[in-house]
């Protein structure tokens, strides 16, 4: 693996030279776990009820991770998934199940990203069956109904049902594949985010004060309503979005592949073809060098 920790090196393999890098390197397998073969791996490229009492603790990720998959849900499959109601969702039970690790799944994990062709010869998974085949039912019941019903949505899988219809060599599996990865990524990172940024401002009350004065202040000029032109004016907010990015970032690394021998600018290095590439987000989001007043 090279480990990139100059941010214009960064800037080269995520942008202006990203066609040398679109492999993620993680493992997946298409054949056997056609749901795993998701944009973010390809090649080529608890309930929450009754009313909060003082001092009475509450599981703030749990609540944002139902609100989150409440939005996800419907941005992307078109559900209400009512999931603050529900406690026994199965998208809650399966959207958890992908991010509760145990000895034999991070062993597994190892082995596949260390012998990512014995893996595949070996019919290896990266996603756990139950779960490919709830998301793989979800998108089929879903299709089938609207193209039955002659039902149209402006949502994600819409948006690929269209595709598929316009002659896109689009498969249901490729289709149950992006509305999965844009399920799991979009509610966990966000209910993260949010988890974060609230025990940051239970921490500083300070700029909690400041923030919830700037919310006032811009609902006050909107009619009191929470639009999309409301939420861009609300600069402090972004403030703090972000410098709990940088904080607590939802992954702390990124992991590219290089698809093809690459020169580094400037300098006297090659990155060969299939050498792993990683970004250490976490530890450059903590450099001094970087953000001297943290």
Known sequence: MYVLVDL??????????FHCFTDRGFFHNEKDDPISNHIFLMSDFSRVGGDC?????????????SFTM????????????????????????FGKKMFTSTPFTIGKRIF?????DLAISLGMCAIPKDVSEFFMGVVKDTMKYRELNNYSRPDFIQ???????????????????????????????????????????????????SLREEICIVLSHHDDRLTYE????????????????????????????????????DSDITIEKDVGVVVPVLG?????????KI
Not at 241 to 246: D, I, M, N, Q
Not at 255 to 263: A, E, F, M, P
């Open 8 to 17: 214009n090196y960064i800037k080269n393999i995520l942008t202006k030279d």
């Open 159 to 209: 948006l690929l049902i269209d595709l598929k219809n316009s002659g896109d060599a689009l498969t249901i599996e490729e289709i149950a594949a992006q509305c999965f990865v844009f399920f799991l990524a979009g509610f966990d990172t966000s209910a993260t985010t949010q988890t974060f940024t609230l025990y940051e401002l239970a921490k500083n009350q300070d700029i909690q004060e």
């Open 53 to 65: 009492v003082k001092d009475q603790p509450t599981n703030i990720k749990d609540t944002m991770s």
């Open 284 to 292: 450059i989001h903590h450099d001094r060098e970087y953000y001297p």
């Open 230 to 265: 409301a939420i861009k004016d609300l600069t402090y907010m972004d403030q703090v979005v972000a410098e709990s990015l940088r904080k607590y970032p939802p992954k702390a690394y990124l992991l590219r592949k290089c698809t093809t021998d690459y020169k580094i600018p």
């Open 112 to 116: 596949c990203t260390i012998f990512p």
């Open 70 to 93: 409440d939005v996800i849900g419907s941005c992307v499959f078109g559900l209400n998934l009512d999931i603050f109601n529900y406690e026994n969702s199965p998208f809650r039970f």
